[in-house]
């Protein structure tokens, strides 16, 4: 079969609408299910018209996130935008993330030393604290309790705000404005949050260069004193790390609590020890994955894949949920079980952009997951589970909120 392009290919005319909104929080429409027995790669339509590849299996996806022709940067308009607020600049302007090497290189070795496991497990007394808290709220006000807005969404922010040394009593503008950026409705709104956050990390970056506090920004402000990095950077720097590191941990934890509470027999043995809380919670990562691309890539030449040429300017996009469920690499991978005991799953993405906070996000699903079934062992939903509300299709899948009682 000689290779084709999206833009020439008679599978372009019937590219289906992607991403869909999910019917259940955490299993994929059904319609990406058909797309991934069409084959490995196949053209989407995003919601501004243009099409791009969708890669849906492990292999696959693999292979193209270590090719170097694929580019991450953001600021070219052959960066697919996958959502109408993320068509804003100030979700296309980010260091690291949408950076290609060798500036991408720079930054990574910069942030690195202050993300792996030993640093990660550091910081579990300060999780287990704020984790604690939240249950002793939750428990003090008594049922029903909103699993996002009483628990989920404070977790991420707070730890962050503690590995980098920004007051606890901002939380509510961080999740204000990450969430303008990552959830709103248009590239306008999008904007406007990421100004405010500019305006802000710009203040609070300066004071800390003056005075370099204890937390990741004081460590970084150190090297603008010393000339190793500039103020400009270390704003850019700080905003991606909080926009990286909000929306997808608190959007997971939710999901991950629903998979477990929808499979009461798995969780029981979570509850009893039998089962390993590091492999459950990859199983969670590997069913649940939050957000449907976990990589978007545009090809820099043209590449031949599976009988397809991915031409030049083309957009690529890894698909979480469908290579998490690629047949090729596990056995009836649309069911969850507890104890898989597979790290083989893409919700961190691949290659050289792949999650620099995944230690710590693990850190948290751990925590989070531990002390909310062990201090709470008779939680349950409390509404049906067909009735628990799925968030509009956009950046992040989940859930809207999760009413729980005991
Ligand atoms: C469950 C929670 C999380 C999920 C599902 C997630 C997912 C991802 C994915 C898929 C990528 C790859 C993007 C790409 O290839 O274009 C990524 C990159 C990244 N993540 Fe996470 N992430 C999570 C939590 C965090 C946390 C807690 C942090 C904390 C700082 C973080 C920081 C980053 C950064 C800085 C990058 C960019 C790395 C690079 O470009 O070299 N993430 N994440």
């Avoid at 996130?65 to 600049?89: F, G, I, K, V």
């Avoid at 030449?301 to 979480?320: C, L, P, Q």
């Avoid at 005991?341 to 290659?351: D, I, P, V, W």
Wanted: net charge negative.
């Amino acid at each position: 079969m000689s290779p084709q392009s999206a833009a020439s290919s008679a599978e372009f005319a019937d590219a289906p609408p992607f991403p869909r909104r999910r019917v259940c929080p955490y299993e994929p429409p059904a319609a990406y299910t058909e797309l991934s027995e069409r084959g490995p790669i196949n053209p989407v339509t995003l919601w501004n018209g243009r099409q791009v590849w969708v890669v849906t299996s492990y292999a696959l996806g693999r292979a193209l996130l270590s090719d170097p022709r694929m580019s991450s940067d953001r600021s070219r308009d052959e960066y697919p935008s996958m959502a109408p607020n993320l068509s804003a600049e100030a979700a296309r302007k980010l260091v690291l993330v949408g950076m290609d090497p060798p500036e991408h290189d720079v930054h990574r070795r910069l942030l690195s030393p202050y993300f792996g496991l030993k640093q990660a497990r550091a910081m579990r007394p300060a999780v287990q604290a704020i984790v604690d808290e939240l249950v002793d709220d939750m428990l003090a006000k008594g049922p029903v309790a909103d699993l996002v807005a009483d628990f989920a969404l404070s977790i991420p922010s707070r730890t962050m705000f503690a590995l980098m040394g920004i007051p606890d009593d901002e939380a509510e503008f961080f999740e204000s404005v990450t969430s303008g950026i990552m959830q709103g409705a248009d590239a306008e709104g999008a904007q406007q949050a990421g100004a405010r956050f500019v305006a802000y990390l710009d203040q609070l970056v300066a004071a800390q260069e003056q005075a370099p506090g204890s937390g990741l920004i004081g460590e970084l402000a150190r090297l603008v004193v010393s000339g190793e990095l500039d103020h400009a950077e270390l704003v850019q720097i700080t905003m991606v790390l909080l926009i990286a590191g909000l929306e997808t941990t608190a959007s997971m934890i939710p999901v991950g609590a629903l998979v477990l509470l929808d499979h009461p027999a798995q969780l029981r043995g979570l509850q009893a020890g039998t089962v390993s809380l590091p492999v459950a919670v990859e199983e969670l990562l590997r069913l649940a994955a939050v957000t449907d691309f976990a990589a978007i890539r545009w090809a820099k030449e043209d590449i031949e894949v599976d009988g397809h040429r991915i031409a030049a300017g083309e957009g690529v996009v890894v698909s979480s949920p469908m290579v998490n469920r690629d047949s090729a690499v596990h056995d009836d991978p649309y069911a969850f079980r507890i104890d898989r005991g597979s790290r083989k799953h893409m919700t961190f993405g691949y290659g050289i952009h792949q999650c620099l906070g995944q230690n710590l996000a693990r850190l948290q699903l751990e925590v989070a997951y531990e002390t909310l079934f062990r201090r709470i062992p008779g939680l349950r939903l409390a509404v049906p589970a067909e009735r628990v509300t799925v968030r509009p299709v956009g950046t992040m899948q989940g859930v809207r909120e999760l009413p729980v009682t005991w």
